[in-house]
């Protein structure tokens, strides 16, 4: 069985300040994985995704992710972060063999403070 | 495009009720998801339809709660009788298809709120 782990439930920070969200992440085989963030009262959307090739990947919004392997992580970074950038952040898998299960980590909280 | 439409926003029923909500996904979408949300369990498939069959229902909590996708452009998930513990944010997403489903394309969600 694979499973996600996004250790911190809400992350504090002030506007302008670099922020880094961790994730990760088990499972026996290979998997996608994905951000998605929620914004109060919305649905979810996709910030980024890896699937191959770089292990450094860029998302709207001016975020990226980097995929460790070895590690198993796939943290959440942005350089500069904006009050707008509060929300719900929520870490993600699909493996490899199964095209459509998406397995959700418990979300992290990220505060932006002015 | 307006996106997945979710109906209704919010539902405030009583213990014992039936309670219906509805999805629209995106058009030419083949596979559409219903997720629900609790602050206890966090995020979870509840069913996985493509091209309008019922793949993967092994999230369903019991008996209370089905689904149904009659067409591409419609689904419903019924909860029947409705009880508080099933009180949460119920969202639709839908995807491209089959193989490409690494990008969701969720709802706004329906916050059930069973009293």
């Known amino acids: 069985a694979q499973s996600v782990t996004q250790l911190d439930s809400q992350v504090p920070v002030f506007e302008e300040a670099p922020v880094e969200l961790r994730c990760n992440y088990s499972?026996?085989?290979?998997?996608?994985l994905f951000w998605y963030v929620q914004y109060p009262n919305q649905g979810l959307q996709l910030l980024l995704k890896?699937?191959?090739?770089?292990?450094l990947v860029k998302g709207i919004n001016g975020f990226e992710a980097e995929f460790n392997k070895s590690q198993t992580s796939f943290h959440l970074r942005k350089p500069s972060v904006h009050i707008s950038d509060t929300a719900e952040y929520f870490c993600?898998?699909?493996?490899?063999?199964?095209?459509?299960?998406?397995?959700f980590g418990s979300g992290t909280r990220l505060l932006v403070r002015p | 495009d307006a996106g997945v439409i979710q109906s209704p926003r919010h539902e405030v029923t009583e213990m014992g009720q039936e309670v219906t909500l509805r999805c629209k996904p995106i058009?030419?979408?083949?596979?559409l998801f219903w997720y629900r949300q609790t602050m206890m369990r966090g995020l979870e498939l509840l069913i996985y339809?493509?091209?309008?069959?019922?793949?993967?229902d092994s999230g369903m909590p019991e008996d209370r709660f089905s689904a149904k996708m009659p067409n591409a452009s419609f689904s419903t998930l019924k909860i029947q009788p409705s009880e508080p513990r099933d009180s949460a944010v119920y969202f639709c997403?839908?995807?491209?298809?089959?193989?490409?489903?690494?990008?969701?394309?969720f709802g706004s969600g329906t916050q059930l709120s069973v009293l």
């Open positions: 339809f493509n091209n309008n069959v019922p793949i993967d």
């Open positions: 058009s030419g979408h083949n596979s």
């Open positions: 993600a898998v699909i493996r490899m063999d199964s095209s459509y299960k998406l397995i």
């Open positions: 890896y699937l191959s090739g770089s292990t």
């Open positions: 997403a839908s995807s491209p298809g089959t193989g490409n489903n690494e990008k969701l394309f």
């Open positions: 499972s026996s085989v290979s998997v996608y």
